[in-house]
Nanobody
């Protein structure tokens, strides 16, 4: 089992920045991929960014150039730096991990609201 706990987020003004963090615990040696997903009201959950244990990162087109995903394997953390935020970035953000044994785990989610 792997447990994921997110922190960060909250209310941010348009154009502002915030940082999300996720700490993994449990069988962390199995972790391969870590990612951030988001789900806006009335919409499906979508992948925002993902990063492998080797540091290779990918982003959805709508956030590329504004968001940066980073990972600290020694601390079992993954972060998402979110800059130039827009109202359409408002969503619940979920931390996700995929292990080498094919297991999938989710965090509980953290709300990010972009509004003036």
């Amino acid at each position: 089992q792997v447990q994921l706990v997110e922190s960060g987020g909250g209310l941010v003004q348009p154009g502002g920045s915030t940082r999300l963090s996720c700490v993994a615990s449990g069988n962390v040696a199995r972790i391969y991929l870590m990612a951030w997903y988001r789900q806006a009201p009335g919409k499906q959950r979508e992948l925002v960014a993902r990063i492998t244990d080797g540091g290779s990162a990918n982003y959805v087109d709508s956030v590329r150039g504004r968001f940066t995903i980073s990972r600290d394997n020694a601390k079992n953390t993954v972060n998402l730096q979110m800059n130039s935020l827009k109202s359409e970035d408002t969503a619940v953000y979920y931390c996700y991990t995929h292990t080498t044994k094919g297991e999938h785990y989710w965090g509980q989610g953290t709300q990010v609201t972009v509004s003036s």
